[in-house]
C-alpha cells in the first residue's frame, strides 16, 4: 500500500475507522508512515483516515508549539475521549483540508483514554491546544472535518473553498 497525504474530498476522510483489536506488523508499518508524513507536512497531530488507513489511530505532538527537533510525538490506539468541560475556540486547520482554517469552538479540557504501543491502557488530561489537537484528530476517526462543525455562515463563506478543493481533487 501507498501511504501519502489525503486530501478532501477523499472518501477515506469520511469513513468511521475501524478498531484497532492487535497490535501487528502492520500498525507499526502504518505509524512509520504516519510519522513520516507528520514530519514532512509539519502538523500537530495525524489520524490514520490521513494516511488512508480507516483505523482508529492518531499520532499527537505533545507539545504542539515546540519548535524542537526532538519533540514529543506519541501514538495513540483505539483513542476515547472520557470526560469533556469548559470551551476553547482556536483557528484550526487541517493538513488534508488545504488552505482552509476557521474558528471551531471545541471542549477546554478533556480527559482521555487510549491503548499505547504497548498495549497497555493509558489515561492522561488534556488542556487549550493540546485538548484541541486530540479533539481535532478523533473528529477525523469519526469521519468528521473541523469545516463540519462550522455556523451555517461561516460555511456559506467557505463554500466556494471547498468547491474548489473538490473539483481540483477529480481533475
Ligand atoms: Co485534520
Redesign the pocket.
Known amino acids: 500500500m501507498d501511504y501519502y497525504l489525503r486530501k478532501y474530498p477523499d472518501p477515506v476522510l469520511r469513513q468511521k475507522a475501524k478498531p484497532v483489536l492487535e497490535l501487528d506488523d502492520d500498525i507499526a508499518i502504518i505509524e512509520e508512515n504516519m510519522r513520516r508524513i507528520l514530519k514532512e507536512e509539519g502538523g500537530v497531530g495525524l489520524a490514520a483516515p490521513?494516511v488512508g488507513v480507516s483505523k482508529r489511530l492518531l499520532l499527537v505532538r505533545m507539545d504542539p508549539l515546540s519548535k524542537d527537533d526532538k519533540e514529543d510525538v506519541r501514538l495513540f490506539i483505539n483513542p476515547e475521549i472520557t470526560e469533556a468541560d469548559g470551551e476553547k475556540v482556536i483557528e484550526e486547520g487541517?493538513?488534508?483540508v488545504t488552505g482552509i482554517s476557521a474558528e471551531v469552538k471545541r471542549f477546554g479540557s478533556i480527559r482521555l483514554q487510549a491503548k499505547n504501543t504497548e498495549w497497555d491502557v493509558l489515561e492522561l488530561s488534556a488542556t487549550d491546544l493540546l485538548a484541541v489537537v486530540f479533539q481535532?484528530e478523533i473528529d477525523?476517526l469519526d469521519g468528521i472535518l473541523?469545516v463540519d462543525r462550522l455556523s451555517p455562515a461561516k460555511k456559506v463563506l467557505l463554500s466556494a473553498k471547498l468547491k474548489k478543493l473538490k473539483k481540483e481533487w477529480k481533475s
Do not use: P, R, T, V
Open positions: 490521513q487541517c493538513l488534508s481535532h477525523h473541523f
